[in-house]
């Protein structure tokens, strides 16, 4: 079946440090990527998604990159701020079946000022 | 208005109390879903509606019942829970046929705990 693999956390990471949290996934198909963001006490947020080879998407200096040929969709950004502590999902959405949203386990990032 | 809301935030029940989580939108959004999530743990589909029916059911047990009574309400009825129920359940919506790059728009769920 579909599945998503994210990197283990906690990240901890200084502020204006750079951050890169490695997502891979399994799909039949031409699924369409998403990261989704949570923040304490919160329902998760889509911070960017993309839906076909090669495309980016981006937000809030966030970026991720569709790779089929890795199967990847890594998330990075050029210099975290103390406000970005929070845990990112990484997610599919089947484009068959069931149309479902999988998600990764999550990575919690904590950002030190 | 892109808010999905949920009430109520917190609920302490008993293990022979009948409750009833609660979740509106008004964005037009024609499927909606249940999702339970652990604590440190991904959200997990538990039920989606589209067009006001049941399109999937994860196995959910009966204890869980969803219903949507129309396009922008969703509640979720629950009945002789156990205490391993005890989580953050979350609603969500998104633009409807579901499938393809729809995104989900989540509510800040209800954080349940069973005694």
């Known amino acids: 079946g579909n599945s998503v693999t994210q990197m283990e956390g906690p990240v901890t990471l200084s502020e204006e440090a750079f951050l890169t949290i490695n997502c891979t996934y399994t799909a039949t198909g031409y699924p369409s990527l998403f990261w989704y963001v949570q923040y304490p006490g919160e329902g998760l947020q889509l911070l960017l998604k993309?839906?076909?080879?090669?495309d980016k998407g981006s937000n809030k200096g966030f970026e991720a990159t569709y790779r089929k040929e890795t199967t990847s969709f890594h998330l990075e950004k050029g210099s975290v701020q103390v406000s970005d502590s929070a845990v990112y999902f990484c997610a599919l959405r089947e484009n068959t079946g069931g149309f479902k949203t999988i998600f990764g386990a999550g990575t919690r990032l904590f950002v030190k000022a | 208005d892109t808010e999905v809301t949920q009430t109520p935030k917190h609920l302490v029940m008993g293990m022979t109390n009948k409750k009833s989580l609660k979740c509106e939108q008004h964005?037009?959004?024609?499927?909606m879903y249940w999702y339970k999530q652990k604590a440190k743990k991904p959200p997990e589909l538990m039920f989606v509606?589209?067009?006001?029916?049941?399109?999937i059911n994860e196995s959910v047990p009966s204890r869980f019942s969803p219903e949507c009574p129309n396009s922008s309400l969703l509640n979720l009825h629950l009945h002789a829970l156990q205490p391993e129920d005890s989580a953050l359940y979350l609603c969500?919506?998104?633009?409807?046929?579901?499938?393809?790059?729809?995104?989900?728009?989540f509510g800040s769920g209800t954080q349940l705990s069973v005694l």
């Open positions: 964005m037009g959004h024609r499927a």
């Open positions: 969500a919506s998104s633009q409807a046929p579901p499938g393809g790059n729809e995104k989900l728009f």
């Open positions: 993309a839906t076909k080879a090669d």
């Open positions: 509606y589209s067009y006001e029916k049941l399109s």
